[in-house]
């Protein structure tokens, strides 16, 4: 039961829900999600880690960056249904219609030039 009450808590707020639906095209750099929700680095970085502590995201780092992608295959069947459920739901969501677009301008960035949150690297 902790592990669906996590991920309740998780889908909760609308900065996450976005996050998630934005990792819907694949992994992002910390960087990316920063720029996307136009939060503070240290705001992102704990939805992020919330999303992860329920399985939602998997991370990885590559020397200062850190780049989060959806759950894959292998997670928990609670996780893979939430993360359907989240896809389903949001897919025709007009709140997300201009991050699907900024988006896109963000993934062409240079993960260095998008948010300074690398800044000195």
């Known amino acids: 039961m902790r592990a669906l009450l996590d991920i309740a808590r998780a889908l909760g707020d609308p900065a996450r829900l976005r996050v998630l639906a934005a990792l819907r095209g694949g992994e992002l750099c910390l960087c990316h999600c920063i720029a996307l929700l136009g939060l503070s680095p ?10 992860h502590r329920a399985g939602l995201v998997e991370r990885r780092k590559a ?4 780049y989060f992608r959806l759950a894959g295959r292998d997670a928990p069947p609670a996780v893979r ?4 459920w989240v896809a389903t739901a949001l897919r ?18 240079d993960p260095r030039a998008v948010a300074g949150c690398y800044k000195g690297s």
């Not at 020397?63 to 850190?66: E, F, P, Q, V």
């Not at 249904?81 to 359907?84: E, I, K, S, V």
């Not at 007009?94 to 988006?103: C, K, M, N, Q, T």
């Open 42 to 51: 240290s705001t992102v970085s704990k939805h992020l880690d919330i999303l």
């Open 63 to 66: 020397g200062r960056w850190c």
């Open 81 to 84: 249904g939430a993360l359907r």
């Open 92 to 109: 025709t969501a007009a709140e997300l219609r201009a991050d699907r677009a900024r988006l896109a301008r963000l993934r062409r960035a």
